[in-house]
């Protein structure tokens, strides 16, 4: 939260904010409380509020006062999941699923609450002191980068049965939910996969469209070379890094000022050693070095997998986001390195979030392009509002025609350009 007082960050310990820590004990699932906030600070809030974690305010009072709220824990607690590490602990990894996380309130991961709660805190300082706005500093700029998973670069016979599988489960979804229109589209689509002989190596048209919006983005690539057991048959990307044309589009990638980072195999995401050796075959393959990555499957413990990143060498991680609905994680969109409790201290690899990705639009949504658009438009704006900095998913192969998600990934291109002019 350091973004938002980039100088004398010390004198926010000067304001008088109620420390709750002693008489704190967190409880699953998380529960959150709306904190109105004074007339001068309305705009720091949603609706002149902020939501904080029912453990950063006194039990003692009946009504949830500003100045009675634990506002460094409530960051805290949010920015670090502490819940979700703790639901974790008891329950087991849910791998980036959010449905998994029973009773949640998911209005958690609807606005950047910790961004606002740092706006909140540098607003009071400066009203509380008589200070003009320059006193810390500028205000971040907001950053949305583009990023793509390079999960297939051809239709191959584990993509045609996970995706037809999955198409032809989310079509019975909507005939449940009585969207038989879409059902039928989605049924189209299954067929397409799995009977279609459409060309899945477009990126020569990626690359063009981003150089029409003039974007740089992160392509994620994965780089496994151990003998395919069934379920890396299945689960993991077919191609292989070391390959002459993989190679060739490395360099090509890399050439047009776009970053290459790692997209680890399905099963990498606890071990180290997995980790390290995917890590030095792209280097091989790119001839430089690759420091950032995104789990496969977005596939992720709080306790191990930013730990093995580590030992692997890895500095930069975007994997923080659900598979199954878009929006803000950890109730923020800031550039942090996340606390290890093993250690007392922070993790070496530093965690940008991502919030959202192609397959929420299409897939667990189904929207049609007037939705799409308008989802599109209030993630970027949260985004620009509380000046944050995270990525957005697109994978490559659903620009092919068997998809037919190029509208949206245009959409996107468009909405972060938008939010570079203003």
């Known amino acids: 939260m350091a973004c938002y007082w980039p100088i004398v960050c010390n004198e926010l310990n000067r304001l008088k904010i109620r420390d709750n820590q002693m008489e704190c004990r967190l409880q699953i699932p998380l529960n959150l409380v709306s904190i109105e906030l004074p007339k001068w600070a309305e705009d720091c809030g949603v609706n002149g509020a902020i939501l904080v974690p029912r453990e950063s305010v006194s039990k003692s009072l009946k009504i949830s006062d500003w100045r009675e709220t634990d506002w460094w824990l409530a960051a805290f607690l949010m920015m670090e999941c502490w819940h ?3 639901w974790e602990r008891d329950f087991g990894e849910i791998h980036s699923y959010s449905f998994k996380l029973k009773g949640w309130d998911t209005r958690a991961w609807d606005y950047a609450w910790v961004n606002r709660i740092g706006l909140f805190l540098r607003k009071w300082f400066l009203r509380e002191n008589n200070l003009k706005d320059d006193f810390f500093g500028e ?24 995706q037809g599988a999955f198409n032809l489960f989310n079509a019975m979804l909507l005939v449940r939910k009585g969207k038989f229109s879409a059902s039928l589209r989605t049924l189209a689509k299954a067929r397409r996969i799995l009977l279609g002989f459409d060309d899945w190596w477009l990126f020569e048209k990626l690359l063009k469209l981003e150089k029409e ?8 690539f994965y780089a496994d070379e151990r003998p395919k057991n069934l379920r890396r048959w299945l689960m993991d990307p077919s191609y292989e890094i070391s390959s002459h044309r993989i190679k060739a589009l490395l360099l090509e990638i890399k050439k047009a000022g776009h970053d290459i980072g790692l997209h680890p195999s399905f099963d990498s995401w606890n071990n180290a050693k997995n980790l390290k050796e995917q890590k030095l075959l792209i280097e091989n393959s790119l001839g430089s070095e690759v420091s950032s990555c995104r789990q496969h499957w977005l596939r992720f413990g709080w306790s191990i997998t930013w730990k093995a990143q580590s030992v692997a060498g890895i500095k930069r991680d975007s994997t923080l986001m659900f598979n199954d609905r878009f929006g803000f994680r950890n109730s923020s969109v800031i550039s942090w390195n996340p606390w290890d409790p093993s250690i007392e201290g922070p993790h070496g690899v530093k965690c940008t979030n991502s919030v959202l990705m192609d397959s929420h639009l299409y897939d667990y949504k189904s929207m049609d392009a007037i939705e799409r658009r308008k989802w599109i438009n209030g993630i970027i704006a949260e985004c620009k509002l509380v000046r944050g900095e995270a990525f957005a998913l697109w ?4 620009l092919s025609e068997d998809y037919g998600w190029s509208d949206g990934f245009r959409e996107l291109l468009q909405s972060i350009k938008n939010l570079e002019k203003n």
């Open 84 to 86: 979700e590490r703790i």
């Open 395 to 398: 994978h490559p192969h659903t």
């Open 213 to 220: 919006f003039d974007v740089k983005a992160v392509y994620n």
């Open 139 to 162: 205000l971040p700029q907001p950053k949305i980068s583009v990023s793509h998973d390079v999960d297939a670069v051809s239709k191959t016979l584990p993509i045609r049965i996970k």
